[in-house]
Protein backbone atom coordinates (compact mmCIF):
# COMPACT_ATOMS: atom_id res chain seq x y z
CA UNK A 1 0.00 0.00 0.00
CA UNK A 2 1.31 3.71 -0.55
CA UNK A 3 2.12 5.19 2.11
CA UNK A 4 0.93 9.22 1.97
CA UNK A 5 1.91 12.17 3.10
CA UNK A 6 -0.11 14.49 4.76
CA UNK A 7 -2.29 15.58 2.40
CA UNK A 8 -2.63 18.74 0.75
CA UNK A 9 -5.67 20.89 0.79
CA UNK A 10 -5.50 21.92 -3.19
CA UNK A 11 -5.49 19.78 -5.77
CA UNK A 12 -2.27 19.81 -8.22
CA UNK A 13 -4.73 22.04 -10.76
CA UNK A 14 -5.53 24.46 -7.88
CA UNK A 15 -1.84 24.81 -6.71
CA UNK A 16 -1.02 26.11 -10.18
CA UNK A 17 -3.57 28.06 -11.17
CA UNK A 18 -2.38 29.83 -7.62
CA UNK A 19 1.41 29.85 -8.66
CA UNK A 20 0.76 30.95 -12.36
CA UNK A 21 -0.94 34.00 -10.83
CA UNK A 22 1.21 34.96 -8.30
CA UNK A 23 4.37 34.72 -11.16
CA UNK A 24 1.83 36.71 -13.68
CA UNK A 25 1.75 33.94 -16.32
CA UNK A 26 -0.96 32.55 -18.14
CA UNK A 27 -0.94 28.74 -18.98
CA UNK A 28 -1.79 28.02 -22.37
CA UNK A 29 -3.97 24.87 -23.31
CA UNK A 30 -1.33 22.22 -23.40
CA UNK A 31 0.27 23.22 -19.91
CA UNK A 32 -3.33 23.01 -18.25
CA UNK A 33 -3.83 19.88 -20.15
CA UNK A 34 -0.53 18.71 -18.77
CA UNK A 35 -1.12 19.49 -15.21
CA UNK A 36 -4.73 17.80 -15.35
CA UNK A 37 -3.16 15.00 -16.42
CA UNK A 38 -0.50 15.06 -13.93
CA UNK A 39 -3.63 15.33 -11.01
CA UNK A 40 -5.84 12.93 -12.45
CA UNK A 41 -2.40 10.21 -12.25
CA UNK A 42 -1.62 11.03 -8.77
CA UNK A 43 -5.53 10.95 -7.71
CA UNK A 44 -5.49 7.25 -9.27
CA UNK A 45 -2.03 6.31 -7.31
CA UNK A 46 -3.04 7.23 -4.25
CA UNK A 47 -6.46 5.23 -4.80
CA UNK A 48 -5.12 2.16 -6.00
CA UNK A 49 -6.54 2.10 -9.00
CA UNK A 50 -5.49 -0.86 -11.25
CA UNK A 51 -3.29 0.36 -13.70
CA UNK A 52 -4.57 0.73 -16.85
CA UNK A 53 -2.92 1.00 -20.65
CA UNK A 54 -0.09 3.83 -20.90
CA UNK A 55 -0.73 4.69 -16.75
CA UNK A 56 2.53 4.46 -15.94
CA UNK A 57 3.14 7.66 -16.42
CA UNK A 58 4.16 10.36 -18.57
CA UNK A 59 6.77 11.66 -20.72
CA UNK A 60 6.76 15.14 -21.00
CA UNK A 61 9.21 16.73 -23.88
CA UNK A 62 9.62 20.51 -25.80
CA UNK A 63 11.81 23.20 -26.23
CA UNK A 64 13.37 24.95 -23.56
CA UNK A 65 11.52 27.66 -21.79
CA UNK A 66 8.04 25.85 -22.19
CA UNK A 67 7.19 25.02 -18.71
CA UNK A 68 8.17 21.53 -18.89
CA UNK A 69 10.86 21.35 -15.30
CA UNK A 70 8.48 24.19 -13.87
CA UNK A 71 5.33 22.19 -13.86
CA UNK A 72 7.42 19.05 -12.66
CA UNK A 73 8.98 20.36 -10.30
CA UNK A 74 5.61 21.73 -8.45
CA UNK A 75 4.06 18.49 -8.86
CA UNK A 76 6.99 16.67 -7.24
CA UNK A 77 6.56 19.33 -4.56
CA UNK A 78 2.92 19.23 -4.25
CA UNK A 79 2.61 15.08 -4.63
CA UNK A 80 1.51 14.05 -1.40
CA UNK A 81 3.76 10.77 -0.95
CA UNK A 82 6.59 10.90 1.18
CA UNK A 83 8.44 7.95 -0.77
CA UNK A 84 9.53 10.40 -3.70
CA UNK A 85 12.59 11.05 -5.77
CA UNK A 86 13.31 14.20 -8.39
CA UNK A 87 16.67 13.05 -10.29
CA UNK A 88 19.14 14.53 -12.66
CA UNK A 89 20.00 12.21 -15.74
CA UNK A 90 23.60 12.92 -15.98
CA UNK A 91 23.58 12.62 -11.95
CA UNK A 92 21.16 9.48 -11.50
CA UNK A 93 23.74 7.76 -14.33
CA UNK A 94 27.04 8.46 -12.38
CA UNK A 95 25.73 6.87 -9.46
CA UNK A 96 24.66 3.90 -11.55
CA UNK A 97 27.39 3.27 -13.20
CA UNK A 98 29.89 3.56 -10.17
CA UNK A 99 27.16 1.06 -8.20
CA UNK A 100 27.51 -1.12 -10.88
CA UNK A 101 31.49 -0.62 -10.93
CA UNK A 102 31.07 -2.29 -7.10
CA UNK A 103 30.72 -5.91 -8.62
CA UNK A 104 26.62 -5.94 -8.50
CA UNK A 105 24.34 -7.03 -10.95
CA UNK A 106 22.51 -4.85 -12.94
CA UNK A 107 19.00 -5.11 -11.94
CA UNK A 108 20.51 -4.72 -8.04
CA UNK A 109 22.20 -1.48 -8.72
CA UNK A 110 19.13 -0.11 -10.43
CA UNK A 111 17.13 -1.19 -7.28
CA UNK A 112 19.33 0.32 -5.19
CA UNK A 113 19.13 3.72 -7.05
CA UNK A 114 15.86 3.65 -6.71
CA UNK A 115 15.12 2.80 -3.29
CA UNK A 116 11.74 2.45 -2.34
CA UNK A 117 10.16 5.44 -3.79
CA UNK A 118 6.47 5.37 -5.58
CA UNK A 119 7.02 8.77 -7.68
CA UNK A 120 9.63 9.49 -9.71
CA UNK A 121 10.47 12.29 -11.35
CA UNK A 122 13.45 12.39 -13.96
CA UNK A 123 14.74 15.65 -15.21
CA UNK A 124 16.23 15.99 -18.72
CA UNK A 125 15.87 12.90 -20.10
CA UNK A 126 18.86 12.96 -23.35
CA UNK A 127 20.62 10.34 -24.47
CA UNK A 128 24.07 10.85 -26.06
CA UNK A 129 25.97 7.62 -24.68
CA UNK A 130 25.73 4.44 -25.63
CA UNK A 131 26.74 3.05 -22.08
CA UNK A 132 23.63 4.43 -20.35
CA UNK A 133 21.58 4.16 -23.48
CA UNK A 134 22.04 0.16 -22.41
CA UNK A 135 20.74 0.71 -18.99
CA UNK A 136 17.33 2.48 -19.38
CA UNK A 137 15.66 -0.86 -20.90
CA UNK A 138 16.41 -2.60 -17.59
CA UNK A 139 15.53 0.83 -15.82
CA UNK A 140 12.08 0.89 -17.10
CA UNK A 141 11.57 -2.40 -16.71
CA UNK A 142 11.67 -2.34 -12.91
CA UNK A 143 10.08 0.55 -12.71
CA UNK A 144 6.78 -0.10 -14.13
CA UNK A 145 6.93 -3.98 -12.65
CA UNK A 146 7.08 -2.29 -9.25
CA UNK A 147 4.00 0.18 -10.16
CA UNK A 148 6.18 3.48 -9.11
CA UNK A 149 4.79 6.38 -10.96
CA UNK A 150 7.38 8.28 -13.32
CA UNK A 151 7.51 11.43 -15.18
CA UNK A 152 10.29 12.47 -17.38
CA UNK A 153 11.04 15.27 -18.84
CA UNK A 154 13.20 16.01 -22.59
CA UNK A 155 13.95 18.18 -25.16
CA UNK A 156 13.14 15.09 -28.03
CA UNK A 157 10.34 12.94 -28.59
CA UNK A 158 11.18 9.32 -27.35
CA UNK A 159 11.79 8.60 -31.41
CA UNK A 160 14.68 10.98 -31.30
CA UNK A 161 16.52 9.75 -28.27
CA UNK A 162 20.05 8.32 -28.63
CA UNK A 163 19.58 9.61 -32.38
CA UNK A 164 22.77 8.74 -33.54
CA UNK A 165 22.41 6.05 -36.50
CA UNK A 166 25.63 3.80 -35.87
CA UNK A 167 23.02 2.89 -32.09
CA UNK A 168 19.85 4.02 -32.52
CA UNK A 169 18.34 1.20 -34.03
CA UNK A 170 19.54 -1.09 -30.99
CA UNK A 171 17.34 1.53 -29.06
CA UNK A 172 14.18 1.15 -30.58
CA UNK A 173 13.12 -1.64 -28.44
CA UNK A 174 13.38 0.66 -25.72
CA UNK A 175 11.43 3.26 -27.05
CA UNK A 176 9.28 0.81 -27.74
CA UNK A 177 8.78 0.02 -23.95
CA UNK A 178 8.28 3.87 -23.39
CA UNK A 179 5.46 4.25 -25.85
CA UNK A 180 3.68 1.14 -24.80
CA UNK A 181 4.24 2.82 -20.51
CA UNK A 182 4.18 6.12 -20.89
CA UNK A 183 1.73 8.72 -22.39
CA UNK A 184 3.34 11.26 -24.29
CA UNK A 185 2.68 14.76 -24.10
CA UNK A 186 4.00 17.54 -26.20
CA UNK A 187 4.70 21.22 -24.85
CA UNK A 188 5.20 23.12 -27.97
CA UNK A 189 3.99 26.85 -27.25
CA UNK A 190 6.26 29.80 -28.68
CA UNK A 191 6.74 30.99 -25.76
CA UNK A 192 9.84 30.91 -23.65
CA UNK A 193 9.81 31.67 -20.52
CA UNK A 194 12.83 31.69 -19.78
CA UNK A 195 12.75 35.03 -21.34
CA UNK A 196 10.62 36.41 -19.58
CA UNK A 197 12.69 36.35 -16.26
CA UNK A 198 9.80 35.95 -13.89
CA UNK A 199 12.16 34.49 -11.24
CA UNK A 200 15.76 33.84 -11.10
CA UNK A 201 16.91 29.94 -11.56
CA UNK A 202 19.27 29.87 -8.56
CA UNK A 203 23.08 30.36 -8.26
CA UNK A 204 23.89 29.84 -11.94
CA UNK A 205 21.43 33.08 -12.98
CA UNK A 206 23.58 35.41 -10.76
CA UNK A 207 26.75 34.58 -12.55
CA UNK A 208 27.86 36.30 -15.93
CA UNK A 209 28.95 36.69 -20.04
CA UNK A 210 31.58 38.79 -19.87
CA UNK A 211 32.30 40.17 -23.32
CA UNK A 212 34.99 42.47 -22.43
CA UNK A 213 37.10 40.89 -19.30
CA UNK A 214 38.84 44.12 -18.44
CA UNK A 215 40.77 43.88 -14.76
CA UNK A 216 38.37 46.55 -13.25
CA UNK A 217 35.14 43.89 -14.08
CA UNK A 218 37.44 41.27 -12.94
CA UNK A 219 37.79 42.52 -9.47
CA UNK A 220 34.36 43.73 -9.25
CA UNK A 221 32.92 40.22 -9.61
CA UNK A 222 36.04 38.84 -7.46
CA UNK A 223 37.22 36.75 -10.75
CA UNK A 224 40.50 35.35 -10.36
CA UNK A 225 43.45 35.93 -12.89
CA UNK A 226 45.68 33.70 -14.48
CA UNK A 227 48.60 32.04 -12.77
CA UNK A 228 51.91 32.12 -14.66
CA UNK A 229 51.09 28.55 -15.91
CA UNK A 230 48.52 25.84 -15.93
CA UNK A 231 47.85 24.12 -12.84
CA UNK A 232 47.30 20.05 -12.29
CA UNK A 233 44.15 19.57 -10.53
CA UNK A 234 42.93 15.94 -10.26
CA UNK A 235 39.34 14.13 -10.85
CA UNK A 236 38.68 10.58 -10.30
CA UNK A 237 41.56 9.16 -11.98
CA UNK A 238 42.24 11.88 -14.16
CA UNK A 239 44.05 14.96 -14.32
CA UNK A 240 42.79 18.63 -15.63
CA UNK A 241 44.21 22.00 -15.73
CA UNK A 242 42.93 24.86 -14.13
CA UNK A 243 43.78 28.23 -14.54
CA UNK A 244 44.23 29.76 -11.20
CA UNK A 245 45.00 27.72 -7.61
CA UNK A 246 41.41 25.93 -7.04
CA UNK A 247 39.87 27.54 -4.33
CA UNK A 248 36.54 29.80 -4.02
CA UNK A 249 36.18 29.76 -8.08
CA UNK A 250 37.40 27.47 -10.56
CA UNK A 251 39.10 28.74 -12.94
CA UNK A 252 39.14 26.50 -16.56
CA UNK A 253 40.08 27.79 -19.83
CA UNK A 254 37.46 26.75 -22.55
CA UNK A 255 40.33 24.29 -24.27
CA UNK A 256 40.90 22.68 -21.13
CA UNK A 257 37.45 21.90 -20.11
CA UNK A 258 36.02 21.45 -23.45
CA UNK A 259 38.55 20.27 -25.78
CA UNK A 260 40.36 18.08 -23.57
CA UNK A 261 38.72 14.68 -23.20
CA UNK A 262 36.76 15.66 -20.02
CA UNK A 263 33.20 13.55 -18.59
CA UNK A 264 29.93 14.59 -17.90
CA UNK A 265 31.57 12.50 -14.42
CA UNK A 266 34.22 14.61 -14.03
CA UNK A 267 31.80 17.89 -13.89
CA UNK A 268 29.69 16.34 -11.35
CA UNK A 269 32.59 15.81 -9.07
CA UNK A 270 33.49 18.95 -9.48
CA UNK A 271 30.34 20.84 -8.41
CA UNK A 272 30.47 19.01 -5.09
CA UNK A 273 33.52 20.72 -4.41
CA UNK A 274 33.41 24.39 -5.84
CA UNK A 275 30.12 26.29 -6.31
CA UNK A 276 31.49 28.97 -8.61
CA UNK A 277 33.02 28.59 -11.64
CA UNK A 278 34.87 30.92 -14.36
CA UNK A 279 35.40 29.60 -17.98
CA UNK A 280 38.38 32.02 -20.37
CA UNK A 281 37.53 32.18 -24.02
CA UNK A 282 34.75 30.03 -25.15
CA UNK A 283 34.86 30.45 -28.85
CA UNK A 284 31.48 30.85 -31.48
CA UNK A 285 30.67 27.02 -30.89
CA UNK A 286 30.19 26.26 -34.44
CA UNK A 287 33.81 26.46 -35.10
CA UNK A 288 34.68 23.93 -32.37
CA UNK A 289 33.91 19.97 -33.54
CA UNK A 290 30.53 18.57 -32.21
CA UNK A 291 32.33 16.29 -29.44
CA UNK A 292 33.70 19.51 -28.26
CA UNK A 293 30.31 21.67 -28.65
CA UNK A 294 28.46 18.06 -26.64
CA UNK A 295 31.01 19.29 -23.73
CA UNK A 296 29.99 22.60 -22.98
CA UNK A 297 26.42 21.60 -23.70
CA UNK A 298 27.13 18.90 -20.99
CA UNK A 299 29.18 20.97 -18.61
CA UNK A 300 26.36 24.19 -18.83
CA UNK A 301 23.74 21.27 -17.91
CA UNK A 302 25.74 20.37 -15.18
CA UNK A 303 26.35 23.81 -13.54
CA UNK A 304 22.98 24.62 -13.94
CA UNK A 305 21.39 21.43 -12.30
CA UNK A 306 24.01 21.32 -9.34
CA UNK A 307 22.90 25.20 -9.11
CA UNK A 308 26.63 26.29 -9.59
CA UNK A 309 27.44 29.83 -9.96
CA UNK A 310 29.10 30.38 -13.93
CA UNK A 311 31.01 33.25 -15.37
CA UNK A 312 31.85 32.56 -19.28
CA UNK A 313 34.41 35.43 -20.90
CA UNK A 314 34.18 34.93 -24.67
CA UNK A 315 34.90 37.91 -27.57
CA UNK A 316 31.94 36.60 -29.19
CA UNK A 317 28.31 38.26 -29.25
CA UNK A 318 26.20 36.25 -27.31
CA UNK A 319 23.35 36.00 -30.02
CA UNK A 320 26.03 34.56 -31.82
CA UNK A 321 27.95 31.79 -29.56
CA UNK A 322 25.51 28.79 -30.31
CA UNK A 323 24.91 30.17 -34.14
CA UNK A 324 25.16 27.30 -36.53
CA UNK A 325 25.26 24.26 -33.83
CA UNK A 326 23.44 21.57 -35.88
CA UNK A 327 23.47 19.58 -32.25
CA UNK A 328 19.43 19.90 -31.16
CA UNK A 329 20.56 20.11 -27.22
CA UNK A 330 21.89 23.31 -28.15
CA UNK A 331 18.66 25.12 -28.07
CA UNK A 332 18.51 24.32 -24.22
CA UNK A 333 21.64 25.52 -24.00
CA UNK A 334 20.95 28.71 -25.49
CA UNK A 335 18.23 29.16 -23.40
CA UNK A 336 20.43 28.89 -20.36
CA UNK A 337 23.24 31.15 -21.26
CA UNK A 338 20.22 33.48 -21.90
CA UNK A 339 19.49 34.05 -18.34
CA UNK A 340 23.01 35.44 -17.15
CA UNK A 341 23.75 38.51 -17.26
CA UNK A 342 25.83 40.27 -19.63
CA UNK A 343 28.97 42.29 -18.87
CA UNK A 344 30.96 44.64 -21.52
CA UNK A 345 33.58 47.06 -20.35
CA UNK A 346 33.78 48.46 -17.31
CA UNK A 347 29.63 47.65 -16.65
Known amino acids: MIKAAPQT ?4 QQRMQREATEKSLTLDD ?37 G ?29 HQTIA ?23 FHLHDIGDAMLIKPLLAQLFRNGVLLVA ?49 GPFSTGGLLLDSTPTLRRALHLPEAAAAPLPLTVGYRTLETLSPAGDTLHFSFRALCEAPTAVMDYLTLCERHQ ?28 YDRHCQLFLTTACPPETLTQG ?13 NLLPLYQGDA
Not at 102 to 124: H, K, M, P, Q, Y
Not at 276 to 303: G, H, K, M, T, Y
Open 325 to 337: VELEDIQRTASRL
Open 153 to 201: TSNHPPENLLANPLYHQRFEPCIALMRQHLTTIALTGEKDYRTLRHEQH
Open 68 to 96: KTFIVDAFFDWAPLQEKKRVHFHYFFRQL
Open 276 to 303: RWLVEDVPPLARVSPAVQQRFINVIDVL
Open 30 to 66: QQRQLIARLDALMSRTLAGAPRQAQGDGLYVWGLPGR
Open 9 to 12: AFTF
Open 102 to 124: TGGSVDAAIAASIGGCRLLCFDE
